[in-house]
């Protein structure tokens, strides 16, 4: 049984491939066991790895607060908000909460001034 998902999908134009665009889903009866943390970890090793990724963007609903509150505290931060991106199937209305976190190379932590 697959009880999360996780993709990283870099911009295919050489402006843009510098951001990786995280998805990621874990059902819902596995919430709260630190599948989620995992996976973002997991993907921020992966993408720190790539020499050519520098920040991972990613969208979520702003009724969403414990994701919001997880990536957060993944160093994801905060960047707009997107009203009404999305529409639910009766018809209510759900914005979107932009967010970002930009990598930290290895050989960037290693050079000196």
Request: glycine fraction near 14%.
């Amino acid at each position: 049984e697959i009880i999360g998902t996780l993709s990283l999908f870099g911009g295919p134009y050489r402006r843009t491939r510098h951001v990786a665009q995280l998805g990621m889903g874990v059902l819902q009866e596995y919430w709260g066991l630190g599948i989620g943390g995992a996976l973002i970890d997991e993907a921020m090793s992966w993408a720190t790895s790539n020499p050519l990724l520098s920040k991972i963007g990613l969208q979520v609903y702003d009724t969403n607060t414990r994701a919001i509150h997880l990536y957060h505290g993944k160093g994801f931060e905060k960047e707009g908000l997107l009203k009404g991106d999305v529409q639910l199937d009766d018809g209510t209305p759900v914005d979107l909460v932009v967010m970002s976190c930009f990598l930290q190379k290895e050989s960037s932590l290693n050079e000196v001034d």
